[in-house]
């Protein structure tokens, strides 16, 4: 109800300030990664600011490295009683992963990786596929919209956990028509990327999914609960048929941290933009010293007056 989404956000809110170096690191590295470097660095007011793409092409290599080991799934049998099993799942996942574009995904995801030191993939079930049967979907998430407990290094070990995203208001009241005139500026503020374009979000809503365990007759259930501002769309412990198992009998929060270097006390790591960052800073600075002395001296000391003869004086600010 009303109340229990009022502490959740109060949760989120803590959990939101606990990741903001991280969120801002990331943003940071996506300037980086764009060659917008100088609006990062203390004197971006320098007129001669010249930037190589030195960083950008050990990225772009990294990354063809990893689409070069494009995994493939391999199902091995526990014991002698699994084989059959084995072999019809090895059938199985790869067309699970085929209609999911999962090479599209692992792409996203290698890429995020190599820059922010962590990908993220959420894997969901999407009761909307095959005509309502019902099928896994495997998408990549954005660091920036997913928030945990500080201090924990395995994101399944987290009290709660938040994934916040950003909806158009007549797509949530078409889908949702009890929104109808509820819906505005929410108290969640979501960190943004430095875009290129005007992003206009006045009339979008932040929807959070919020997941959470509780301890049920001895048993430990994953539970689920989607909230607009402090309205419940939906929540399994308010559904008789997720009441008891939960929003999935695994008990783990739909989401895989892949991380490149790991860093102790976080699931999150870093990566190759916070390591070549400094080498990156070395190059361009080097640049911009050789181009201001190569402008100086470019600098003309004489001029020709009208009547064609030269001025032997100096300008007065050489």
């Not at 909307?128 to 495997?138: A, C, P, Q, T, W």
């Not at 399994?236 to 989401?255: L, Q, S």
Request: negative net charge; aromatic residues 12%; charged residues 30%.
């Amino acid at each position: 109800g009303k109340e229990q989404v009022q502490e959740a956000n109060k949760t989120l809110m803590k959990y939101k300030e606990g990741k903001g170096n991280l969120e801002k690191r990331i943003v940071d590295n996506e300037q980086w990664y764009k060659l917008r470097h100088w609006e990062c660095m203390r004197d971006k007011k320098d007129d001669v600011q010249p930037t190589s793409a030195w960083l950008f092409n050990c990225i772009a290599n990294k990354h063809a490295d990893a689409m070069d080991n494009y995994p493939s799934p391999n199902i091995l049998p526990r014991e002698e009683g699994d084989k059959g099993e084995a072999k019809m799942l090895t059938s199985i996942v790869p067309v699970i992963l085929e209609q999911n574009d999962f090479e599209e995904v692992y792409s996203e995801v290698s890429s995020y990786k190599i820059k922010s030191g962590t990908g993220v993939y959420g894997v969901f079930w999407d009761s909307s596929k095959l005509n309502g049967l019902g099928d896994v979907s495997i998408k990549k998430i954005d660091l920036i919209n997913l928030f945990w407990e500080s201090g924990i290094s395995d994101i399944q070990k987290s009290k709660n956990l938040f994934h916040v995203e950003l909806a158009d208001n007549d797509a949530l009241i078409s889908q949702y028509p009890q929104l109808q005139g509820k819906l505005g500026t929410g108290s969640i503020d979501v960190t943004k990327y430095v875009y290129d374009d005007a992003v206009d979000t006045t009339n979008k809503s932040v929807v959070v999914d919020w997941y959470y365990r509780k301890n049920q007759n001895g048993k430990i259930i994953l539970h689920y609960c989607k909230y607009v501002n402090d309205e419940v769309l939906f929540a399994t412990e308010n559904d008789e048929k997720y009441y008891e198992e939960g929003w999935y009998k695994h008990g783990n929060y739909p989401f895989v941290f892949d991380t490149l270097y790991s860093i102790e006390g976080t699931p999150t790591g870093f990566g190759y933009i916070d390591i070549g960052k400094d080498a990156q800073m070395y190059i361009d600075r080097g640049n911009q010293a050789i181009m201001k002395n190569m402008l100086v001296n470019a600098k003309p000391r004489y001029f020709i007056k009208n009547d064609g003869s030269v001025n032997e004086e100096e300008y007065a600010d050489t």
